[in-house]
């Protein structure tokens, strides 16, 4: 059994392999669809979960404010737990973005 860190991609060392694996591979354009590693990602999950698109998102914060946005209106409020992230860590995101508030 070994530890596995998931705080943050700032405590990440890559082996060996993932660095390898970083230098060799195909890149491209993602915002213009010409990322090959990108687009076979998308497509692997949108097959997956049965879905027409998928999209790949940098981060969590990221896909949470596409979700939410895409679930509210200007001036609509979102309801969650004190502890919640999007309450403690993205609440200016989300008035900022989605017009609303936490």
Known sequence: MFEVDLR???VTRPSRAML???ISSPVGDDVWGDDPTVLKLEAMF???FGTEKA???VSGTQANQI???SHLSPGDEVICH???HIYNY???GIAANAHSSV
């Open 20 to 22: 390898n694996a970083m």
């Open 90 to 92: 993205e609440g200016g």
């Open 82 to 84: 004190p502890y919640a």
């Open 55 to 57: 999209l790949f998102c």
């Open 8 to 10: 943050s991609d700032t």
């Open 67 to 69: 979700a939410l946005m």
């Open 46 to 48: 949108a097959e997956r």
